[in-house]
């Protein structure tokens, strides 16, 4: 008998996790030579560039012009304002809570949705966004009050930018894949972070090197390969069992934290994070009960992907790492 190996679909999935993880402490990294400006435009250009370069084996399709202002709105927010805030709030926040407090997006994207989009406000939605609060609240005052600082709402509206990306990317993955409706977006968020341009200039010819292999990576690995390895397991496996696997994106930027930066969270960091975590997937039980729910963006905040009309559709709420 043959020996077993790995699935490439689950290699994929297992990749994404460990690229979506490992943004957070190279954000860190990133910004701390660079500064905000200018690793929020090299990223989102790099990842561009890249998604773009690849467009003919993908298979992007142009957009149609009446959907331009909707690719813009989503661009915005979920490519430029999320960057510029996610790298704002590292500044001060580390790496691994960043990546918990991130891990509420879920939550208003389905609020969103909700309120907007007519979706069913059921009572796992309302219980599991109350849970996932507390959870953030917990994961903010683990310091005590002292510890509270507005580095943490920041990374909040980070969080809060990336559910209205994928409130506003939802009418978008009727017509189009999720591959392209990232592609698109991350173009659009390029072109409104260039004002950005002349600071990168600046930037990156007295950063230390180490700052700008962090802007590559983080725009050639979590935000381009990890839109095409995301989308490749999505389109082989059950949504379930996808998104399951994207609950292990804070834990393992924990550990991930910990080896690269040696940062150690509080114990109640840890707590929090588990507390959101449980509200989240509470949220995405719903989509076992209805059908509309296999629609709705309700995964994690830093990667948007969902297979075209030929197959199986899903909107993943990751984070941008």
């Keep these: 008998m043959k020996p077993r190996t790995a699935s490439p679909r689950f290699l994929a999935l297992a990749g994404t ?32 560039v890249a998604l773009l370069a690849i467009s003919p084996i993908t298979g992007l399709r142009m957009p149609r012009k009446r959907d331009l202002p909707l690719i813009a709105a989503c661009g915005l927010t979920g490519m430029t304002a999320y960057q510029v805030l996610l790298n704002w709030g590292e500044v001060h926040v580390e790496a691994g809570t960043a990546s918990l407090l991130i891990a509420i997006a879920p939550v208003f994207s389905v609020l969103f949705a909700s309120a907007f989009l007519s979706e069913p406000v059921t009572r796992n939605i309302v219980v599991g966004s109350v849970i996932a609060v507390a959870g953030t609240a917990v994961v903010t005052l683990a310091n005590g009050f002292s510890g509270f600082s507005l580095a943490s709402l920041v990374v909040l509206a980070a969080a809060l930018v990336q559910g209205v990306y994928h409130f506003a990317s939802k009418p ?25 341009a002349p600071a990168t200039v600046e930037a990156a010819a007295n950063a230390p090197a180490g700052a700008l292999w962090s802007a590559v990576f983080l725009g050639l690995l979590p935000s381009a390969l990890g839109f095409v390895i995301w989308g490749y397991a999505v389109a082989r496996m059950p949504l379930a069992a996808s ?22 969270p509080h114990p109640l960091e840890l707590i929090g994070g588990v507390i959101i975590a449980a509200g989240v997937i509470l949220i995405n039980r719903r989509s076992t009960a209805t059908p509309a729910a296999t629609d709705s963006g309700s995964l994690r905040a830093d990667a948007p ?17």
Excluded: K
Aim: net charge negative.
């Design 243 to 264: 998104t399951a696997a994207l609950y292990l994106v804070p834990p393992v930027a924990l550990l991930v934290s910990f080896v690269w930066l040696g940062e150690t």
């Design 17 to 48: 996790v460990l690229l979506w993880a490992s943004a957070f402490p190279a954000i860190r990294v990133g910004v701390d030579g660079l500064g905000l400006a200018a690793l929020s435009f090299l990223r989102l250009a790099v990842a561009a």
């Design 172 to 196: 978008l993955l009727r017509h189009y894949s999720g591959l392209e409706v990232a592609t698109y977006a991350m173009a659009a968020g390029a072109v409104f972070a260039l004002p950005f």
């Design 305 to 321: 992907f969902a297979a075209d009309e030929r197959g199986s559709r899903a909107d993943a709420v990751h984070g941008q790492h």
